[in-house]
């Protein structure tokens, strides 16, 4: 029984490892790498590989293995002299076709892969039965199976069927924060896009747990958890209820206004703030965090506050959707936030940007946005006159 991650794992040992001068070989057996490769993927688990949300998705990953069946394909193709395929081609007959995918089907037939529910289901299992008695290095292999394997949906909804979604969600417990963490970033994956899933994931109580673990001083666990919050409330209006009967307003407001907060955690927070505030339906009901003084200052002070692009980007995004809502007052956003005059320096900015040849199209982007957040603030303060 213990030995069963072990085998499964041992499946995929086999990475592709080869030189430019076998590429014409290679698309011969291609098939049978293919039918393989599965088992690579999973593979890939076993290894230490930062927590983020992307991982680099080159032809070869760090250990000289493929990193995708794709970056595979487009290696062999890459490495294969047409001439030779096309001289061999010619002595290649039906019957030695025949013969070949009879044989690759064999081939296949006795790797006896398993399914990915299978997979699922084992990793569970070792997370359920082994609990106490689990190694962190074991419990941490299954989890980073988990959060492979949850990457297609249909694989996600099989998550909650086989129980997965409590299993993982009591992982949000473990005294160790690198399990809470992928344990989050599960979460957070199987929710993204996926109403059912937010709705089972908010049912079995984890918008709390998640909440909490926004404010670890463990930076990754931090940004896994406020990712998770974000992918089970987006678009939902139940989990932003929960969200806001947790003091959310209150946690979202906290990161923005704290200067030494991880910059990648700002940036998940003021999208958000975004997000929330195109959801939100100020005809029927009034969400305190969009009438939080403390909260839009903070978020236009992220502009000036940081020389990261990208983190001014999603502070006008989430500013232009504050504008557009009724409730929002311009004024405010004017004299105590001092938005136009803010505006006004970032134009110079770009301007400074446009002049630099590799950042001057994201600059006449930015500088775009920028003029649309301006106008919609003109417009709104012209409607008080």
């Excluded at 250990?63 to 062999?76: I, K, P, V």
């Excluded at 096309?86 to 039906?94: G, I, M, N, Q």
């Excluded at 409590?166 to 970033?185: F, G, M, S, Y």
């Excluded at 307003?249 to 030494?260: H, K, P, V």
Aim: charged content about 25%.
């Amino acid at each position: 029984e213990g030995s069963k991650q072990e085998s499964r794992m041992a499946m995929g040992r086999g990475r592709a490892r080869a030189s430019p001068s076998s590429g014409s070989w290679l698309l011969l057996v291609l098939t049978v790498m293919l039918a393989v490769a599965k088992a690579d993927l999973l593979d890939k688990s076993s290894l230490s590989f930062p927590i983020e949300e992307q991982v680099d998705d080159d032809d070869f990953d760090a250990d000289g293995g493929f990193s995708s069946l794709d970056g595979m394909l487009q290696w062999a193709i890459g490495h294969s002299d047409p001439a030779i395929m096309k001289e061999s081609a010619k002595h290649v007959s039906t019957d030695d076709l025949n013969k070949r995918q009879s044989e690759l089907k064999e081939l296949m037939n006795n790797l006896n892969m398993p399914s990915d529910v299978e997979l699922m289901q084992i990793a569970i299992n070792d997370l359920l039965n082994n609990s106490s008695n689990l190694s962190l290095q074991d419990r941490h292999r299954a989890l980073q199976e988990l959060l492979i394997l949850v990457e297609p949906i249909h694989n996600a909804h099989d998550l909650n069927k086989l129980g997965g979604l409590a299993v993982v969600i009591q992982e949000l417990n473990h005294p160790d924060p690198h399990t809470r963490t992928l344990a989050a970033w599960i979460l957070g994956k199987s929710a993204q896009n996926n109403p059912s899933l937010q709705t089972q994931v908010l049912e079995l109580g984890a918008l709390s747990k998640l909440m909490k673990m926004v404010k670890s001083h463990v930076v990754e666990e931090a940004n896994k958890g406020l990712y998770a919050v974000s992918a089970l409330i987006r678009n939902n209006f139940d989990g932003q209820e929960l969200f806001y009967a947790e003091a959310g307003a209150l946690l979202l407001q906290d990161i923005l206004s704290n200067a030494t907060t991880d910059i990648r955690l700002q940036k998940k927070a003021v999208l958000l703030v975004g997000d929330l505030a195109e959801d939100a339906d100020d005809d029927v009901i009034v969400v305190p965090l969009f009438s939080s003084r403390i909260l839009l200052k903070s978020v236009v002070d992220l502009i000036t506050a940081s020389s990261d692009l990208d983190l001014q980007e999603k502070a006008l995004l989430a500013i232009r959707s504050l504008l557009q809502l009724r409730t929002t007052e311009a004024q405010v956003l004017k004299e105590l936030c001092g938005l136009d005059v803010v505006l006004e320096r970032m134009r110079q900015q770009l301007q400074d940007l446009t002049a630099e040849e590799y950042q001057k199209d994201y600059a006449m982007d930015l500088e775009s946005l920028r003029s649309e957040v301006e106008i919609i603030l003109h417009q709104k303060l012209s409607q008080l006159r």
